[in-house]
């Protein structure tokens, strides 16, 4: 067991956890922060989004012992950010959602393409949301909102 | 999805359902169902548990709506309030739904347990939730009518609004506290689909701002003081039991509490580990080391099984239903006849969130949160083991 100091959605946080133990279940278990998802644990699925120094990563097969002192944001934290928000806007006005497991892991990745690419092409849009599967087949929605977003900040 | 199998044989059909109404210490209406079971004519004071409201109107005009089906992204925790909502001329923009905890009245008025399957939720309780929504309607009606001292059909609704003669308008939260002493109406009349103002409307979902900013509560999201963490190392084929076990390294991690053997519905035996974490509880699993045992089991083979159900599909089936006159088909010459073979793989549902269950048991009444698609069932299960 090892301590490690975090700055999770710009709070400084503490946590004792097995170096092995990816950022996912040091989120969900000792941060209590359950908005990232646990879906397949083997970053397969996209679920367990987060921003890692404000690169969209797998936080299920990332270690604590990796994180260093790079920040950390979550879909708790995400709507702080004006793309952040934004999105979430445009998620609930293009009624995104279906049963809603995948959705922080989609807007996370959402979020970071948005920061890279301020009007991404449909071809973008696949390649950067590829990763984040919806068991519920939402994909054609979260395209339209991406743009309903793009279009929000431009 | 299909719930025939699961048909219990206390059908809901014979059983009648009631309303009652009541109030609340914190003021408003609350409108519950009670069932006519023999023994129980008298309609039951509110109670606490099991619970058995539909609608509760508070004071400050927000109309929280039990909806009595699991959520899937199908979307009836929006589409059943809009039933309600509909029939009572609520204001959409203070409606709050809510999911039904496992209790009688919940229950499939079809199926007659509770349930989500067949894709029959709107079927089986577009009545059901529409008579709700006039009934509260009515007797919101009612308390406004009787402290105006006019009649009920000089009165109109909208939006949580009930109009009367001489500019009067009175809110359903102001009175939501009077319409609690109205009397049950009978017979409501339901509005013509011409009337509608949500039903086959455009609706934004209820639930969406809570699934995008994580705060929705999914069954593998709720932690509770003390909690333990169990995992399972299933056989790898159905059926499949341990020869040996070695847990020796499993049970060195620091966290882990214990590892033993449990039944599984298929005749076999799989192995659990408990720890305080996930993690924990992973990692000791994945240093089991188990040798299993598959000679008790009818291997199943791809190639036979695609053979046999071949030789099933070219045997006359089951009549579902006839219509028209199947001779003309005979007279179909072959350069008009298409055939084609569909060939299906065995699925599950896959839902993302992995299948899971917490059970708090004090050793009386155990209380569950689980992904489920059968509460009723998952009761009986539940009271079997325990």
Redesign the interface.
């Known amino acids: 067991?090892q301590t490690y100091k975090l700055t999770v959605n710009g709070q400084p946080r503490e946590v004792t956890?097995?170096p092995?133990?990816?950022l996912l279940?040091v989120l969900?278990?000792d941060l209590?922060?359950?908005?990232?998802?646990?879906?397949c644990?083997i970053s397969a699925?996209g679920?367990c989004t987060v921003h890692l120094a404000g690169v969209a990563i797998r936080s299920c097969v990332v270690p604590i012992s990796l994180i260093g002192d790079r920040p950390i944001v979550?879909?708790?934290g995400v709507?702080e950010d004006r793309v952040g928000r934004a999105v979430?806007d445009a998620?609930?006005a293009e009624?995104?959602?279906?049963?809603?497991?995948?959705?922080?892991g989609q807007?996370m990745s959402a979020v970071a393409l948005l920061k890279s690419r301020r009007k991404p092409t449909d071809e973008d849009i696949e390649e950067s949301m590829g990763g984040n599967?919806?068991?519920?087949g939402t994909y054609v929605r979260i395209r339209k909102a991406i743009k309903t977003a793009a279009q929000q900040l431009a | 999805m299909s719930a025939t199998t699961m048909l219990s044989s206390e059908s809901g059909l014979s059983r009648r359902s009631f309303l009652r109404v009541s109030a609340t210490a914190a003021g408003g209406l609350i409108v519950a169902l009670y069932l006519d079971f023999p023994l129980q004519a008298q309609a039951p004071q509110a109670k606490t548990y099991p619970p058995d409201a539909f609608v509760h109107i508070q004071r400050d005009g927000k109309i929280v709506i039990q909806v009595n089906r699991l959520?899937?992204?199908?979307?009836v925790q929006t589409s059943l309030p809009m039933l309600l909502a509909d029939e009572m001329d609520a204001d959409w923009a203070h409606v709050v739904a809510e999911l039904a905890p496992a209790a009688d009245v919940y229950k499939d008025p079809v199926f007659g347990i509770q349930m989500v399957g067949g894709s029959g939720s709107i079927a089986h309780s577009f009545q059901q939730y529409r008579e709700l929504g006039s009934k509260t309607r009515a007797m919101l009606v009612a308390a406004a009518a009787q402290q105006w001292k006019v009649s009920a059909p000089q009165c109109r609704t909208e939006a949580s609004v009930v109009y009367g003669p001489g500019g009067r308008s009175a809110t359903y939260g102001e009175l939501a506290d009077a319409a609690a002493h109205v009397p049950v109406p009978e017979n409501v009349p339901l509005k013509k689909a011409s009337e509608f103002k949500l039903i086959g409307k455009d609706t934004?979902?209820l639930?969406?701002?809570p699934?995008?900013?994580?705060?929705?509560?999914?069954g593998?999201?709720l932690?509770l003081p003390g909690m333990k963490v169990a995992v399972v190392a299933h056989p790898p084929i159905f059926g499949g039991t341990p020869k040996s076990i070695d847990d020796k390294a499993a049970r060195g991690i620091?966290g882990v509490m214990d590892v033993f053997e449990i039944p599984t519905i298929s005749r076999g035996t799989a192995v659990v580990v408990v720890a305080d974490?996930?993690?924990?509880a992973?990692?000791a699993r994945d240093r089991l080391s188990i040798d299993w045992d598959f000679s008790r089991i009818e291997p199943a083979d791809t190639e036979q099984l695609r053979a046999k159900y071949k030789e099933l599909a070219a045997t006359p089936g089951n009549v579902a239903v006839t219509r028209g006159d199947l001779s003309v088909l005979d007279g179909i010459s072959a350069a008009n006849r298409f055939e084609a073979e569909y060939e299906f793989p065995y699925l599950a549902h896959?839902?993302?969130?992995?299948l899971n269950t917490t059970i708090r048991f004090d050793g009386d009444r155990a209380e569950v949160w689980a992904g489920s698609q059968f509460q009723t069932v998952d009761q009986m299960a539940i009271a079997e083991i325990a």
């Open positions: 067991m956890a097995d092995s133990t990816p279940w969900r278990e209590k922060m359950t908005g990232t998802k646990y879906g644990g699925c679920a979550t879909i708790e709507g979430q998620w609930v009624d995104v959602v279906q049963c809603g497991y995948c959705q922080s807007i599967i919806c068991r519920c | 959520e899937f992204g199908q979307g934004r979902r639930d969406s701002r699934k995008c900013d994580g705060s929705m509560k999914f593998l999201d932690d620091p974490k996930f993690w924990t992973k990692q896959t839902p993302m969130e992995p």
